[in-house]
């Protein structure tokens, strides 16, 4: 399996001859999608998906009910190309299990709508990932990988740490990381560092574009 983290939300999979796009949005580098043999969508905010993106590939499309609307709505020519998934349910994309789980997003303010989300586990081989999309969403058991939102306007610092000491995952590495600046992000990889490897968890934040 081959972990490539590209701009804010986006993660792509590479493992047994299939590539797996989650949430390739306007912050995320067009070449993310290249060569995708399917694409996940985690919620309907733009910065974890654009009809730009999705009309780059020809990729099958994984997401729930009020991404599709949208989709059908932006770009009914991809929209074909959608497959809506619902809470718990268990597909198989080339021998990788996947798992929706999760029905909410983070609550923003509660004068706004609470939008819908789906985060995804993601069994590759022996090893599973975990993108919670924009929630705080917790396993029964713990993910090898927690792609862990690191930054954003529905979350503080303490948050993010217990969101990361509760789903326990070895390894934690940040996304949803265009939100701050350099040094707001250089902050909150310091508190992460600093409160999970006492528990023997590891925290990376990596470089969009980069290999873990």
Known sequence: MRIFKHGHACVRIEASGQVIVLDPGMFTERDAVDGATAILITHEHADHWSAEQLAATDAPIYTIAAVAEQIRAASPAVAERVRVVAAGERFDLGGTAITAV????????????????????????????????????TLPAAPDVLLLPVSAP??????????AREVGAP????????????????IVDAHLGRFLAPRQQEYRRLPAGTEL
């Open 102 to 137: 999760g029905e909410k997003h983070a609550i923003i303010h509660p004068e706004l709508p609470h939008f819908d989300n789906s985060g995804y586990l993601l069994e590759v081989g022996d090893r599973t990932v975990f993108h919670p999309g924009d929630a705080l969403t």
């Open 154 to 163: 529905w979350m503080k610092v303490s948050e993010c740490i217990d969101y």
């Open 171 to 186: 390894l934690s590495v940040a996304i949803h990381d265009a939100v701050y600046s350099d040094a707001g992000l250089g």
